[in-house]
């Protein structure tokens, strides 16, 4: 397993892409961490699955998502990865899009214990992370660095794998697009979250500002961070 592959660079939009890897025609799936819903709603109107449960452990968002009316084969829930409200052997499919490095470390490994109970046999988990390398990370990272969570994600990754928990089906590796109208927009999306609090002072605010204005041409700032999916099915 690797972490990274530099060498990879094809854009792709992701919820495109698992369309076209996973056998999704009628499956009950998954959602950890499903953040506003907006992958949850691409594939709840895919036409393709029969329902989807999906869990975000912000309570301020999760009110927001109980406000949903129009989807009516998603069903939302309050809780974290590390303690699934979902029966044994009840899940086809479970994805995590950026998700499993927000798991407090200690329970990573018991995130992955519970994908494993969830999951039926021969079931699939999509567990999607973004690398640690790009000009977004760069921008970020001035203010909030993830390299340490990261790398502990794709090591719990890593141990449910050697352990036989769960097997490698394979890796895909990828960049996304990432586009901002303007730096108000960027603030908005990646600085003024519910799931984290940023604590900015003026100064490191204006720094962040400074930066992003480098890559700010009259059409926005467009971002190409790379992205890894480590597909994992439960032993039959």
Known sequence: MHIADPTCTT???EIQLLLAELPLDGARVLELGC?????T????????????????????QHAHN?????LPNVHFRHGGAEAIPAADASVDVVLMFKSLHHV??????????EIARVLRPGGLAWIS????????????????????VREAA??????????????????????????????????????????????????????VRQRFATHLTPAGATFYPPQRVDLLRKPA
Do not use: W
């Open 11 to 13: 854009v792709v939009n």
């Open 35 to 39: 953040g506003k819903a907006d992958k």
């Open 41 to 60: 709603r691409t594939l709840a109107q895919s036409g393709r699955v029969r329902e989807i449960v999906a869990l975000e452990v912000d309570a301020i």
């Open 66 to 70: 109980l406000r949903v009316a129009d």
């Open 104 to 113: 407090p470390l200690g329970l990573m490994d018991q995130a992955l214990s």
């Open 129 to 148: 992370e973004p690398v640690f390398a790009g000009e977004l990370n760069e921008l970020m990272c001035l203010f909030y660095n993830e390299q340490t």
């Open 154 to 207: 794709f090591a719990a990754v890593r141990r449910a794998v050697d352990s036989g928990l769960l097997a490698l089906e394979r890796q895909l590796f990828f960049s996304t697009r990432s586009h901002f109208d303007d730096f108000a927009q960027f603030d908005a999306r990646m600085i003024q979250v519910t799931h984290t609090e940023h604590r900015l002072s003026p100064e490191l605010y204006e720094r």
